[in-house]
């Protein structure tokens, strides 16, 4: 099933911004789509990764470690189960 341009154009937009490591550019731009810090860091994958290890894999730790907390600490999320939403493009 193919995503909706608008909701795939919002995703990247969210993937390259925790990719930039500012983490005002990616709160922006969830907020600009609506979208929860909690359930991007648990749904979204950028190019094949979590969004949190997409982050991190290019030197943007402040905006993985926003994430990673948004997460929060004692809960048991079982992130297998958990639905995905994958999205890839060029950077």
């Given amino acids: 099933m193919a995503m909706d341009k608008q909701v795939e ?11 930039s490591n500012k983490p005002i550019r990616m709160k ?6 609506n979208l929860s810090t909690h ?8 190019n094949g990764d979590d969004i949190i290890t997409f ?4 030197g943007a730790y402040k905006t993985a470690s926003r994430l990673q907390n948004s ?6 999320i079982d992130v297998a189960k958990a639905d995905k939403i994958y999205v890839n493009f060029i950077e």
């Fill in 28 to 33: 922006v731009a969830m907020e600009d789509y």
């Fill in 39 to 46: 359930d991007v860091a648990l749904k979204v994958m950028c």
């Fill in 71 to 76: 997460i929060g600490g004692v809960e048991i």
């Fill in 55 to 58: 982050a991190e894999t290019r």
């Fill in 9 to 19: 154009r919002a995703l990247i937009k969210v993937c390259k911004s925790a990719a």
